[in-house]
């Protein structure tokens, strides 16, 4: 088994998944796994990468299948015996314009964000290693969405106390709503994204407090965050900030040194904690 430490970032074939692949094989001291659904996708990754004279490392992961989920799991702990760094970093969304059903897209969208993400930690949140930094890719959107939700939600994804099992029935009801055309009369905002960003913020403060319940002598710093806006295939070339720069954030939060004691459990943009 190898003593070297080792980071895996989602989605990283492209966007700023890569660029924070390529922070992390500049600036971590360890193996780096670029991860795709699509091995074509995510072996020309590995290749532009080695172009520029960098040396990441390949494995197949797609976050809506369980059985690649668990397969990568036992890589990481017959390898290694355990995991350094996460970044979830792969996401979706539907383009404004795009006229899929809303109901399909709220299906479709929570069911990677949420709840492929969610299955991602429940599999590899365990392999963490002490001083392990897990960063779950969020958005401000699910700040702007928070806000647009009735007053009795709000209370609940603020809570200190909800629970992982309460919130993915909120999360299942959101897409249940959308399927009934009931979701804007049951108090949620109309976005599915924005939904499915408030599950990633909200799944990263219960896991946070989880391992300060359970690992707490481990050290490990878990955090959600906001890469800022970006010029990805997702967000479009009218964004303000390069993949490079958007990677700044995911990776401060990856590199956390292991005296540092927080941020934990926050939700982080340009490296500044917000408010929830
Ligand atoms: P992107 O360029 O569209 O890249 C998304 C990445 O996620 C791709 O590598 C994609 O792989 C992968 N992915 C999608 N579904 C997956 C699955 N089921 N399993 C594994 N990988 C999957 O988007 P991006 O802008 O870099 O976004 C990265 C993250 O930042 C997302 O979580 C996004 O929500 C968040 N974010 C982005 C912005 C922005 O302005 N760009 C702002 C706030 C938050 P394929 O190539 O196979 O599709």
Same mark, same amino acid.
């Given at each position: 088994? *190898?003593?070297?430490?080792?980071?895996?970032?989602?989605? #990283?074939?492209? &966007?700023?998944?890569?660029?924070? +692949?390529?922070?992390?094989?500049?600036?971590?001291?360890?193996?780096?796994?670029?991860?795709?659904?699509?091995? &074509?996708?995510?072996?020309?990754?590995?290749?532009?990468?080695?172009?520029?004279?960098?040396?990441?490392?390949?494995?197949?992961?797609?976050?809506?299948?369980?059985?690649?989920?668990?397969? /990568?799991?036992?890589?990481?702990?017959?390898?290694?015996?355990?995991?350094?760094?996460?970044?979830?970093?792969?996401?979706?969304?539907?383009?404004?314009?795009?006229?899929?059903?809303?109901?399909?897209?709220?299906?479709?969208?929570?069911?990677?964000?949420?709840?492929?993400?969610?299955? =991602?930690?429940?599999?590899?949140?365990?392999?963490?290693?002490?001083?392990?930094?897990? +960063?779950?890719? !969020?958005?401000?959107? #699910? !700040?702007?969405?928070? &806000?647009?939700?009735?007053?009795?939600?709000?209370?609940?994804?603020?809570?200190?106390?909800?629970?992982?099992?309460?919130? =993915?029935?909120?999360?299942?009801?959101?897409?249940?709503?959308?399927?009934?055309?009931?979701?804007?009369?049951?108090?949620?905002?109309?976005?599915?994204?924005? +939904? *499915?960003?408030? &599950?990633?913020?909200?799944? #990263?403060?219960?896991?946070?407090?989880? /391992?300060?319940?359970?690992?707490?002598?481990?050290?490990?710093? /878990?955090?959600?965050?906001?890469?800022?806006?970006?010029?990805?295939?997702?967000?479009?070339?009218?964004?303000?900030? *390069?993949?490079?720069?958007?990677?700044?954030?995911?990776?401060?939060?990856?590199?956390?040194? *292991? #005296?540092?004691?927080?941020?934990?459990?926050?939700?982080?943009?340009?490296?500044?904690?917000?408010?929830?």
């Amino acid at each position: 088994m *190898s003593s070297v430490p080792v980071a895996v970032v989602t989605g #990283s074939n492209k &966007g700023i998944g890569l660029a924070i +692949v390529r922070a992390l094989c500049k600036q971590f001291p360890g193996d780096v796994y670029l991860t795709s659904r699509d091995p &074509g996708r995510g072996q020309a990754a590995v290749a532009q990468l080695q172009q520029e004279g960098l040396r990441p490392l390949f494995h197949q992961l797609d976050i809506d299948d369980l059985q690649s989920i668990r397969a /990568l799991r036992d890589f990481l702990k017959e390898k290694y015996g355990g995991l350094n760094v996460l970044v979830n970093n792969a996401g979706i969304a539907f383009k404004v314009h795009d006229t899929t059903p809303f109901a399909v897209q709220a299906e479709v969208t929570l069911k990677t964000n949420f709840f492929g993400t969610r299955n =991602v930690c429940t599999e590899l949140l365990p392999l963490m290693k002490p001083y392990g930094r897990v +960063v779950n890719v !969020s958005s401000m959107v #699910s !700040s702007s969405a928070l &806000g647009r939700c009735s007053q009795e939600l709000q209370q609940k994804f603020r809570s200190d106390t909800i629970t992982e099992d309460e919130l =993915v029935q909120l999360m299942t009801k959101f897409v249940e709503d959308t399927k009934k055309s009931v979701h804007e009369k049951e108090g949620w905002p109309n976005t599915a994204y924005g +939904v *499915s960003k408030i &599950g990633v913020t909200v799944l #990263s403060r219960i896991q946070a407090r989880l /391992l300060n319940e359970q690992r707490k002598g481990d050290h490990i710093l /878990l955090n959600a965050c906001c890469p800022g806006w970006v010029r990805t295939d997702m967000a479009g070339p009218k964004a303000t900030k *390069s993949p490079d720069e958007g990677a700044d954030t995911p990776v401060y939060l990856a590199l956390l040194p *292991s #005296s540092a004691d927080a941020p934990h459990g926050q939700f982080v943009s340009d490296k500044t904690v917000r408010a929830w």
